[in-house]
T-cell receptor, first 114, second 114 residues
Framework: AQSVAQPEDQVNVAEGNPLTVKCTYS??????LFWYVQYPNRGLQFLLK??????LVKGSYGFEAEFNKSQTSFHLKKPSALVSDSALYFC????????????FGTGTLLAVQP | DSGVTQTPKHLITATGQRVTLRCSPR?????VYWYQQSLDQGLQFLIQ???????AKGNILERFSAQQFPDLHSELNLSSLELGDSALYFC?????????????FGPGTRLTVL
């Protein structure tokens, strides 16, 4: 079965510093990976996805993610964190078969201190 | 704004009652997904519809049912409600099934069962 793991419940970073939110995956076949962000009292917003091709994927709001097949990881990164980036971040993997349903990780709360 | 709308935003009801949650997908999207977000279970896939037909089922209780109408809006029916059904229910949509397109999420319906 497809799954993703987010090993950190919370990540703290100072504004202006680089940030990394970790995600590892376990899939049979090719991995199709996604990052979503959830702001308080809001729905999930799509940030980026990896389907195939370049291992460095660029997304919305200055975020990027690095796909590493040997380490089965898909870490979310940003060179310079903003206070407004503080939110809950979810890594997800597309389930196999004809459906496009997503399997989500447990989420990582990113707190950016001014 | 993702283009996916959900009503109502909040719903407070009592145990044993029945409620209906409504979702309108983005214009042109044929696939609708329902997810449940709770503190203990995280984000879990419930059910998917594509152009009016059920496509996939996840961890959906027998007390829950859904359908997608000819105008593509979808309804999630929750009956014999229990305290543990209190959660945030999200609807998402995507263009087609079986592809690698991202899903766009609505703002959610927060259900509180007292």
């Amino acid at each position: 079965a497809q799954s993703v793991a987010q090993p950190e419940d919370q990540v703290n970073v100072a504004e202006g510093n680089p940030l990394t939110v970790k995600c590892t995956y376990s899939v049979s076949g090719n991995p199709y990976l996604f990052w979503y962000v959830q702001y308080p009292n809001r729905g999930l917003q799509f940030l980026l996805k990896y389907i195939t091709g370049d291992n460095l994927v660029k997304g919305s709001y200055g975020f990027e993610a690095e796909f590493n097949k040997s380490q089965t990881s898909f870490h979310l990164k940003k060179p310079s964190a903003l206070v407004s980036d503080s939110a809950l971040y979810f890594c997800a993997v597309r389930d196999g078969g004809a459906t496009n349903k997503l399997i989500f990780g447990t989420g990582t709360l990113l707190a950016v201190q001014p | 704004d993702s283009g996916v709308t959900q009503t109502p935003k909040h719903l407070i009801t009592a145990t044993g009652q029945r409620v209906t949650l409504r979702c309108s997908p983005r214009s042109g999207d044929l696939s609708v997904y329902w997810y449940q977000q709770s503190l203990d279970q995280g984000l879990q896939f419930l059910i998917q519809y594509y152009n009016g037909e059920e496509r996939a089922k996840g961890n959906i209780l027998e007390r829950f049912s859904a359908q997608q109408f000819p105008d593509l809006h979808s309804e999630l029916n929750l009956s014999s409600l229990e305290l543990g059904d209190s959660a945030l229910y999200f609807c998402a949509s995507s263009v087609v099934e079986g592809t690698y397109n991202e899903q766009f999420f609505g703002p959610g319906t927060r259900l509180t069962v007292l």
